[in-house]
Structure formats: C-alpha cells, structure tokens
C-alpha cells in the first residue's frame, strides 16, 4: 500500500487478522479501538474484529506491505 496522505481501508468483508509490515517512511494506523506510530521496519498485527482502518503519512509518503488470509 502507497499511502502519501491517508488511506482508510475496509476489512468487513473479511473474515481474517491483518498484518501491515511498515517497509518505507513512518505513519500512524488508527481504528476505533487504538491508534499506534509506525516506522519503517515495524509490523503491527490487526485482530479480525477490526473492521475499519485508516493509514495516514507523517512524511510525505509511507509504504505497507498488507497480509491476510482470504
């Protein structure tokens, strides 16, 4: 995932944890539940409860590798 501003992505439709793996730049993951700063290097692993995810910059551009089960 390219994310230059922000991002919000949609999971209900999917029945499956989410792990997004930081692999350029920093930025912040923010859901309902929790909000967590990410660098480069960092994975952070997202219950399958969690319907809704929005991925924002904080440096202009921030890449994250996404994996689930589909």
Known sequence: LDVTASLERDYSKLDSFKILMCIQGKGK?????????????????????????????????????????N
């Open 29 to 69: 993951i923010v859901t309902k539940e929790f909000s967590l700063n990410v660098v480069y290097g960092e994975t952070v692993l997202i219950p399958a409860k969690i319907k809704n995810v929005t991925i924002a910059s904080d440096t202009g551009k921030v890449q994250f590798l996404e994996v689930y089960i």
